[in-house]
């Protein structure tokens, strides 16, 4: 299958800007208001702490392209209606008696008129923005010709807000198209979701799509119009009027979920940087220069997210040479110094690729990236390979405290570390990626058998 190019989505850092555009006011107006309080920092603490809680809970911040206004203002009223109560709890719980109530409902109220301003203005503002310039859009197709399949193209060149571009519809009943002409014109045209009406397709046509979706970083949706489908684990989702199902969750994608995990990966990458590699790189620069020459740091180019390449900083374990970027080190392998083996047996020679999780090239916990030409050979000869591309790559993850990390000696090591990175994909949890990181912390202190 041939490789893909992913192409960057900057929605995805709207709802975090607004996540943090929300806490500023929150906090902010708590301090310009004269409350009469004995410890500032608790009370900031505990309405930033139960605001994030509350929104988490009502999923205030998880408003759709196609999602309508009367979805936003039921998410302000749920939000508020709990923080309200929080904010009064707060006297009672930490004896705060001299705080005036009027003075908290004033404060209530402005927080909920700033924030009630700007989520419906910023709501208003986008359906203008995919109305007028088109800008923000998904390239979309349609495979399948039915009374559903014509409302659902109807609701998206109406539908201008929702933001996405219908470019082709294909049939395949009565053979005017095949699948791979659809393929073709999904590579070509650099379609970014597929919408199939699945009553019009057998069960090879569902396996070839799913898999061309999976193996090409494609999103795709079903019309469900088929009751076999609905034996499959699978998300509801309405445009309008009408349902669309999802094949696979990803919770990473959530605005929420992605922010935490990215303020979790730099906050753990800074403590690492400035407490672990400020004092350990010019040691380990010392022992690797007396004992070969060549630069400190080794760079070798790997896929990450959506497939864009990007430079993996290591440790240089190995003496120069040409195969570098071409060839896994292998058991016993003769390019590899004395500290060298030292450093890999210990996994120190990783270290550095904390600052790749600092730039946001990598996270702390993920599929771990492969080199450029591997990328290309087992994404076409590994199934469903790609689909490791839709998140950052980790410095580790599931796969490689499960027993698959180093050298891919049989098809069988890239096949189960495939299936282990999807299950991390469709499965994450920052309670997942903690005990991930204390296994690869246990797993290195008593070495691994294929750390070499």
Same mark, same amino acid.
């Given at each position: 299958?041939?490789l ?6 900057y ?7 607004f996540?943090v ?13 004269p ?6 920092i608790?009370?900031f ?8 809680l ?10 759709y392209?196609?999602?309508?206004v ?8 749920r ?8 904010l009064?709890a ?14 908290l ?5 402005i927080?909920?008129f ?10 208003f503002? /986008? #359906?203008?923005?995919?109305?007028? !310039?088109?800008?923000?859009?998904r390239r979309? =197709?349609? +495979?399948?010709k039915?009374? $559903? ?5 109807e609701?998206f ?6 933001g ?17 002409d ?5 590579i ?17 046509n ?13 999103i795709i949706?079903?019309l ?17 009027y009408l ?13 929420i ?10 906050l753990?990458?800074? /403590? #690492?940087?400035?407490?672990?590699? !400020?004092?350990l790189?010019?040691?380990i620069? =010392?022992? +690797?220069r007396?004992?070969? $020459?060549?630069?400190?740091?080794f760079?070798?180019?790997r ?15 190995m003496?120069?040479n ?6 896994q080190?292998?058991k016993?392998?003769?390019r ?5 083996k030292?450093?890999?047996?210990t ?7 904390f ?13 771990r ?6 990328t ?16 950052r790559?980790?410095?580790t993850?599931l796969a ?36 991930i990181?204390?296994q ?5 202190l ?7």
């Open positions: 299958m041939q893909i190019k992913g192409r960057g989505r929605s995805r850092f709207i709802k975090p800007v996540y555009i929300d806490l500023t006011i929150v906090n902010l107006t708590a301090f310009l208001l409350i009469d309080l004995k410890n500032r608790l009370f603490g505990y309405i930033t702490l139960f605001w994030m509350i929104a988490l809970r009502n999923q205030f911040y998880e408003v392209r196609y999602s309508k009367t979805l936003v203002l039921s998410l302000l009223f939000q508020f209606s709990i923080f309200f109560l929080i009064y707060f006297i009672g719980f930490f004896k705060e008696f001299n705080i005036s109530r009027l003075l409902a004033e404060y209530c109220l927080v909920f700033l924030i009630a301003v700007i989520k419906l203005l910023a709501y503002l /986008l #359906i203008k923005y995919r109305r007028k !310039s088109r800008g923000n859009h979309v =197709i349609v +495979i399948g039915n009374k $559903k399949t014509d409302q659902l193209i609701i060149n109406s539908r201008l807000e929702f996405y571009e219908f470019k082709q519809q294909f049939s395949l009943a009565d053979d005017s198209y095949s699948l791979t659809c393929f073709n014109y999904v070509q045209n650099e379609i970014d979701e597929i919408y199939c009406s699945v009553s019009e397709l057998t069960n090879k569902l396996e070839d799509i799913i898999n061309f979706a999976d193996n090409n970083l494609r949706k079903f469900p119009d088929n009751r076999h489908i609905y034996t499959k684990r699978l998300k509801f989702e309405y445009y309008d349902p669309i199902l999802s094949l696979r969750d990803i919770p990473l994608e959530g605005s979920n992605s922010f935490i995990k990215r303020a979790f990966d730099i753990f990458s800074s /403590l #690492i940087i400035v407490f672990v590699l !400020s004092w790189t010019p040691l620069a =010392i022992l +690797i007396l004992e070969s $020459k060549g630069p400190i740091f760079r070798q180019y896929n990450g997210i959506n497939s864009k390449e990007f430079a993996c900083y290591k440790f240089r374990s003496a120069m040409k195969a570098a970027n071409l060839e080190a292998k016993g392998d003769a590899i110094t004395r500290i060298g030292f450093i890999r047996k996994s120190i020679d990783e270290l550095p690729q600052f790749n999780v600092f730039y946001g090239h990598m996270s702390v916990v993920g599929p990236p492969h080199m450029v030409v591997h290309e050979k087992y994404s076409r000869n590994v199934d469903k390979y790609m689909v490791r591309h839709f998140v790559p980790g410095i993850g490689q405290v499960k027993g698959y990390r180093g050298e891919i000696e049989a098809e069988s090591d890239i096949i189960n570390r495939v299936k282990f990175d999807i299950f991390y994909i469709e499965n994450w949890t920052l309670f997942l990626d903690l005990k990181i204390v690869t912390v246990l797993n290195a008593k070495g691994e058998e294929k750390a070499y």
